[in-house]
Every structure is written in structure tokens, then in C-alpha cells.
């Protein structure tokens, strides 16, 4: 039942979404499971569910997962921290000069549906096969959402909140400390988690196609090996972390901003 | 007494896509020091332009603001401003938002979070100093923006229809509330407002404005005793002072409503 009445939904009604949700998906892995056993998919295509989790030992103990994680996770942290640290200054410039805001605003949007993970050739010439390639290219994907949330979070700051601050005679930079940062940090919430995403999905791919080190390296030895149990359970290892990365960014916002 | 506020021979033309708008014309008064004075006009008459000059908000107008003789060329710090929007910040609580001129003005934390409590007991939220904007109602949060901007102690305090997005009781209610702070910090106060009602109510002396371009087209003294609360309303003075100030806004309204109305009418 909603809670119309304004008060705190209580644990059943905050837990329900969670609980059909999580259902939902081990009804879906049944199924799975339940085809894979009857036989209508090969196992050598899609292997069932219960391979799939079997391969976690094997992935832990043969394949070092933990330490490919911290792999991983290093250069997605690093990718998406220089995006961060990027992009708010980029979408405050974009905010502050309009020109500016008019000209490039469309360019740095199709900076963000481009598929930056083609270029992966050029990054190589430019930086060689190491960390420095795999951080780029990752960098530069989370960089356009940092930019484009930052500046739609300042550009949506209500006029008379500015109004206030200027009424307190705050100079500029205090003015953006003070109001316009906090009033767009909703916004530029969403484009870190965006950014931390982005960067996680493009270190795994970059890893993966220069076969360098971390969870994307390791899903293309297992593929090249044919251990599709072991693979499956690889990318849904990423895609838990993906899941983990953006419950916690949210988690971290609320736990910040409670009252928006 | 000394006028505290000088607004002097005041015009402000504006470029709009239409054209150029005379907003407001040759607008002059002066306001003394403790005095409430409303400006009441129709809509589109230029209330918020002379709101927003006086602040110091806009520029780029004829004519002279000044406070205490001190010419305003921006936004001054002797002038405190309550806006017709809500504007309390939605990330601080009434006690962090009423302590926010105090934190800028650079006061340790414990002053500056008594002096805000005070406040905050003045215009009666005492015991919803935790709460965020977000959990409070409207006339709450409105009454949160007037203590922030009484914590900045103006010399003139400015507002702007602040009550104008609030039911006809919590309005009244509020009314009693302005009247009472008023009648305790002596504060000077320039509201504007096209509610006829609260402009009596609250007031000393009501400035009556012509619609576009607004001119400040009469003067009227609110002889009502003080101290005052919404119990006025119903005294025979109190209606006779309302009818007074409706047969001048009445002409002014009308040519505003014609005005909209053949305007809408060119558009389709």
C-alpha cells in the first residue's frame, strides 16, 4: 500500500519492491536453470544458472577475482575521480559563459553517445599498452555526464535562491560555494554515479580488447579458453559491481543530503 | 522623523521581444525610519521592478535609491529582502537557513546559532528548528526566509508579496505575526503587495500605483490605531480605508485586465 499520508512507509512497504524484485530474478534463474537442465540450450552456449555459481570457488582461488577487482576498481576510481574533478569545473564554465553553454553544450552530448571504446587504436599509439590507455578512454567516457549533469544542476538553480545570495552581498566564489553548488549537488550526484558507471563499463571494455589485467582480461581469457561457466560468472561479477557502485553513490548522496 | 529610505524620480524602460516596456515611471516616496509603508498596484504596474531596483537586484535605471543617504548601486547591506518565491534553501534546516547571513558574516558558530534561535522563536517556529523546508508548510517556510533575512538586521526590510502563494487564513495569520515583529524590533518596512486587504491591515501609509507605466498615483495615510492585529479587519475604518484605496486601484486594474485580455486576443 502507498503512504499517502505522509508518513514513513514502514519495513514490509520499503521492503516489497526489494523482495519482488529479487523474486523476479530467482524465478528467471529457475527458468533458466529448468531449460538448461530439459536441454533447449546448449550448455555450450549458455551455461545454467548452478555452473555459473560453481565457478566462484574456482574464480576466487585459479583466477585471482579479488585481485583483478582491486584492479579494476583502481582504474575506475582513478578514470571517473579525474572526470569528477574535470568535468564540475567544464559544466560550471558551460553554466557561467552562455556562449560558451550554446556553442559546446550539443558537442559535449555527442561526445557522450559517441562509442568512445572504437578509438581504442589511437589511445594505444598515444599511451602505449598500459594503465595509461585503459584510464584515458575511461576518463573521457564519464567526462561528458559530469560536464552536462553539472551544468543542468546550475542551470536549474532556482533564480531567487541566487537572488538571496546576492541580496547578502556574497561575492561570486561564495556564491557558488554556498548556493549553487549545494542547490546543483542533486544533479552532479547523478552525473558522479553516471561518470563511475561509465568509466567501469569502458575499463572493463578497454581491459578486455587490449587484454590487459583486471575483470575485462579475465572474461576474455575465460572466453578464449571456453569456460563459459566461469565467464558468465566474470560478467556477472561486473554487473554486481556496476549494481554495488551505484547503490552505494546513492546511499552516500542520501546519507549527505537527506532533504534534497 | 528622517526618511531612512529615498526613492527619487525613478524610471525603468525594459527590451522585450515585443518592444520596449516602460515598466516604471518617475516613481519617487520616501519611507522614515520604523514606518510600514505598503505599495499596492495591479499586476504588471512594475511592483516587482521597484522591488528589485530598491534592492539593488537590477540596474540600468533613472533616477536615485538611497538608504540613509547612501546611494544603492547593488545589492546594499542595509537592505534585507524577503521574496515572493519560496527561497528557503531546501539543503538547510530553519535554524541553518536563518543562520546563513550570520555564517556569512563570518560569526562563531555558537553566537550565531543563538542568535538564530531567537529568531526563529520570533516568528513562532520554536521546536521546528531541525526541520528541513520539505517538512514544513508553506506559511512556515515563508516565515523561515523573513527570520533569515531579520538575522542579516536590515535597517529596511523589503518584501516582495510574501504572502502572496498562501491561503486567505494562513495570509491573515502571518499578517498578525509581521505586525507583531514589527511592532517589536521597530522595523522599517517597505511591502509590496496587490492585496488591498493586507495593505491596510499592515500599514502606516500606502502607495497606490497606476498600471503600465507604473506611477506612484496616490498617497493614503492609515490612521488605524496600533498596536494592530487581523481583529481590524472588521472595524468600520478598516473598510472605508479598503474602499478607498479599490476606487483608485479599480481604474488602474481595469486598464490592466483590458490590456491582458486584448493582448491574448492579438496572439490568437
Same mark, same amino acid.
Not at chain 2, 521597484?50 to 546611494?71: K, W, Y
Not at chain 2, 528541513?132 to 515563508?142: F, H, K, L, T, V
Given at each position: 500500500?502507498?503512504?499517502?499520508?505522509?508518513?514513513?512507509?514502514?519495513?514490509?512497504?520499503?521492503?516489497?519492491?526489494?523482495?519482488?524484485?529479487?523474486?523476479?530474478?530467482?524465478?528467471?534463474?529457475?527458468?533458466?536453470?529448468?531449460?538448461?537442465?530439459?536441454?533447449?540450450?546448449?550448455?555450450?552456449?549458455?551455461?545454467?544458472?548452478?555452473?555459473?555459481?560453481?565457478?566462484?570457488?574456482?574464480?576466487?582461488?585459479?583466477?585471482?577475482?579479488?585481485?583483478?577487482?582491486?584492479?579494476?576498481?583502481?582504474?575506475?576510481?582513478?578514470?571517473?575521480?579525474?572526470?569528477?574533478?574535470?568535468?564540475?569545473?567544464?559544466?560550471?564554465?558551460?553554466?557561467?559563459?552562455?556562449?560558451?553553454?550554446?556553442?559546446?553544450?550539443?558537442?559535449?552530448?555527442?561526445?557522450?553517445?559517441?562509442?568512445?571504446?572504437?578509438?581504442?587504436?589511437?589511445?594505444?599509439?598515444?599511451?602505449?599498452?598500459?594503465?595509461?590507455?585503459?584510464?584515458?578512454?575511461?576518463?573521457?567516457?564519464?567526462?561528458?555526464?559530469?560536464?552536462?549533469?553539472?551544468?543542468?544542476?546550475?542551470?536549474?538553480?532556482?533564480?531567487?535562491?541566487?537572488?538571496?545570495?546576492?541580496?547578502?552581498?556574497?561575492?561570486?566564489?561564495?556564491?557558488?560555494?554556498?548556493?549553487?553548488?549545494?542547490?546543483?549537488?542533486?544533479?552532479?550526484?547523478?552525473?558522479?554515479?553516471?561518470?563511475?558507471?561509465?568509466?567501469?563499463?569502458?575499463?572493463?571494455?578497454?581491459?578486455?580488447?587490449?587484454?590487459?589485467?583486471?575483470?575485462?582480461?579475465?572474461?576474455?581469457?575465460?572466453?578464449?579458453?571456453?569456460?563459459?561457466?566461469?565467464?558468465?560468472?566474470?560478467?556477472?561479477?561486473?554487473?554486481?559491481?556496476?549494481?554495488?557502485?551505484?547503490?552505494?553513490?546513492?546511499?552516500?548522496?542520501?546519507?549527505?543530503?537527506?532533504?534534497? | 522623523?528622517?526618511?531612512?529610505?529615498?526613492?527619487?524620480?525613478?524610471?525603468?524602460?525594459?527590451?522585450?521581444?515585443?518592444?520596449?516596456?516602460?515598466?516604471?515611471?518617475?516613481?519617487?516616496?520616501?519611507?522614515?525610519?520604523?514606518?510600514?509603508?505598503?505599495?499596492?498596484?495591479?499586476?504588471?504596474?512594475?511592483?516587482?521592478?521597484?522591488?528589485?531596483?530598491?534592492?539593488?537586484?537590477?540596474?540600468?535605471?533613472?533616477?536615485?535609491?538611497?538608504?540613509?543617504?547612501?546611494?544603492?548601486?547593488?545589492?546594499?547591506?542595509?537592505?534585507?529582502?524577503?521574496?515572493?518565491?519560496?527561497?528557503?534553501?531546501?539543503?538547510?534546516?530553519?535554524? #541553518? @537557513?536563518?543562520?546563513?547571513?550570520?555564517?556569512?558574516? /563570518? $560569526?562563531?558558530?555558537?553566537?550565531? =546559532? *543563538? +542568535?538564530?534561535?531567537?529568531?526563529?522563536?520570533?516568528?513562532?517556529?520554536?521546536?521546528? #528548528? @531541525?526541520?528541513?523546508?520539505?517538512?514544513?508548510?508553506? /506559511? $512556515?517556510?515563508?516565515?523561515?526566509? =523573513? *527570520? +533569515?533575512?531579520?538575522?542579516?538586521?536590515?535597517?529596511?526590510?523589503?518584501?516582495?508579496?510574501?504572502?502572496?502563494?498562501?491561503?486567505?487564513?494562513?495570509?491573515?495569520?502571518?499578517?498578525?505575526?509581521? =505586525?507583531?515583529?514589527?511592532?517589536?524590533?521597530?522595523?522599517?518596512?517597505?511591502?509590496?503587495?496587490?492585496?488591498?486587504?493586507?495593505?491596510?491591515?499592515?500599514?502606516?501609509?500606502?502607495?497606490?500605483?497606476?498600471?503600465?507605466?507604473?506611477?506612484?498615483?496616490?498617497?493614503?495615510?492609515?490612521?488605524?490605531?496600533?498596536?494592530?492585529?487581523?481583529?481590524?479587519?472588521?472595524?468600520?475604518?478598516?473598510?472605508?480605508?479598503?474602499?478607498?484605496?479599490?476606487?483608485?486601484?479599480?481604474?488602474?486594474?481595469?486598464?490592466?485586465?483590458?490590456?491582458?485580455?486584448?493582448?491574448?486576443?492579438?496572439?490568437?
Amino acid at each position: 500500500m502507498a503512504a499517502t499520508d505522509g508518513a514513513s512507509p514502514n519495513f514490509a512497504q520499503r521492503a516489497a519492491p526489494i523482495l519482488a524484485g529479487v523474486l523476479t530474478l530467482a524465478a528467471l534463474a529457475l527458468l533458466w536453470q529448468a531449460v538448461c537442465q530439459l536441454g533447449y540450450i546448449n550448455k555450450f552456449v549458455a551455461p545454467a544458472p548452478l555452473d555459473i555459481a560453481r565457478s566462484f570457488p574456482s574464480l576466487f582461488i585459479d583466477e585471482n577475482l579479488a585481485g583483478r577487482f582491486l584492479q579494476t576498481f583502481g582504474e575506475t576510481f582513478l578514470s571517473a575521480g579525474l572526470a569528477v574533478a574535470v568535468g564540475i569545473p567544464l559544466g560550471w564554465f558551460l553554466h557561467h559563459k552562455k556562449l560558451a553553454g550554446l556553442a559546446f553544450e550539443s558537442w559535449v552530448g555527442g561526445l557522450a553517445a559517441a562509442p568512445l571504446v572504437l578509438a581504442y587504436p589511437l589511445f594505444l599509439v598515444l599511451f602505449g599498452r598500459n594503465t595509461a590507455t585503459i584510464v584515458a578512454m575511461s576518463f573521457l567516457s564519464g567526462l561528458p555526464a559530469m560536464v552536462l549533469k553539472t551544468k543542468e544542476g546550475l542551470d536549474g538553480t532556482k533564480r531567487v535562491l541566487v537572488n538571496v545570495g546576492l541580496s547578502f552581498g556574497l561575492k561570486p566564489a561564495t556564491l557558488f560555494r554556498k548556493i549553487l553548488l549545494p542547490a546543483a549537488m542533486p544533479s552532479i550526484a547523478n552525473g558522479v554515479r553516471l561518470a563511475l558507471i561509465l568509466a567501469l563499463i569502458n575499463v572493463v571494455g578497454v581491459e578486455f580488447l587490449i587484454n590487459l589485467g583486471g575483470l575485462g582480461e579475465l572474461i576474455d581469457g575465460l572466453a578464449q579458453r571456453w569456460e563459459l561457466a566461469g565467464m558468465f560468472g566474470a560478467i556477472l561479477f561486473v554487473i554486481l559491481t556496476s549494481v554495488a557502485f551505484f547503490w552505494t553513490t546513492a546511499r552516500v548522496e542520501k546519507w549527505f543530503r537527506p532533504h534534497g | 522623523m528622517a526618511a531612512i529610505l529615498s526613492v527619487e524620480g525613478v524610471s525603468k524602460r525594459f527590451a522585450t521581444s515585443e518592444g520596449p516596456v516602460h515598466a516604471i515611471d518617475n516613481v519617487s516616496f520616501a519611507v522614515r525610519s520604523g514606518e510600514f509603508v505598503s505599495v499596492i498596484g495591479p499586476s504588471g504596474c512594475g511592483k516587482s521592478t521597484l522591488f528589485n531596483i530598491i534592492g539593488g537586484l537590477i540596474d540600468g535605471h533613472e533616477g536615485r535609491v538611497a538608504v540613509n543617504g547612501e546611494e544603492v548601486k547593488g545589492p546594499h547591506r542595509a537592505v534585507g529582502m524577503v521574496f515572493q518565491e519560496e527561497s528557503a534553501f531546501p539543503w538547510r534546516t530553519t535554524l #541553518e @537557513n536563518v543562520a546563513f547571513p550570520l555564517e556569512i558574516a /563570518g $560569526m562563531g558558530k555558537a553566537e550565531r =546559532l *543563538a +542568535r538564530a534561535r531567537d529568531l526563529v522563536k520570533l516568528v513562532g517556529l520554536e521546536g521546528f #528548528e @531541525n526541520r528541513y523546508p520539505s517538512e514544513m508548510s508553506g /506559511g $512556515m517556510r515563508q516565515r523561515s526566509s =523573513l *527570520a +533569515r533575512t531579520l538575522a542579516f538586521s536590515p535597517q529596511v526590510l523589503l518584501m516582495d508579496e510574501p504572502f502572496a502563494a498562501l491561503d486567505e487564513q494562513t495570509r491573515l495569520l502571518l499578517g498578525d505575526k509581521i =505586525l507583531q515583529i514589527q511592532q517589536q524590533l521597530k522595523q522599517t518596512t517597505l511591502l509590496i503587495t496587490h492585496n488591498i486587504a493586507e495593505a491596510v491591515q499592515l500599514s502606516d501609509r500606502v502607495l497606490v500605483m497606476t498600471y503600465r507605466p507604473g506611477r506612484i498615483k496616490r498617497v493614503i495615510e492609515i490612521d488605524l490605531p496600533r498596536p494592530r492585529s487581523s481583529a481590524v479587519l472588521g472595524s468600520d475604518a478598516f473598510g472605508h480605508y479598503v474602499a478607498t484605496v479599490w476606487k483608485d486601484l479599480r481604474e488602474e486594474a481595469s486598464l490592466g485586465l483590458s490590456e491582458s485580455e486584448a493582448a491574448l486576443g492579438h496572439r490568437h
